[in-house]
């Protein structure tokens, strides 16, 4: 039996997938601390502009934040 193995993205259509080498430093360091939050939230989908935008005030305004959400 031949399986075919689908990409992330192919299997949720419609979402972007972004290369995280290619973001600038900051782009990076708020794309990495929104992964945070969200896997401190228990993965909830369905707030990634809430949880990026968290991250984005917190890396921009220089904050050390702690592993808690």
Known sequence: ???S???FNEQR???PTVQA???PPVQERI???AHE????KGGT???ELD???QAEREIKAGENPSPEV
Do not use: E, F, H
């Open 31 to 33: 794309r990495q601390r």
């Open 21 to 23: 080498s290619r973001l």
């Open 37 to 40: 939050i969200y896997q401190a």
């Open 51 to 53: 949880d990026w935008l």
């Open 1 to 3: 039996m031949k399986t």
């Open 45 to 47: 989908m369905g707030r």
């Open 5 to 7: 193995k689908r990409k």
């Open 13 to 15: 259509p419609g979402v």
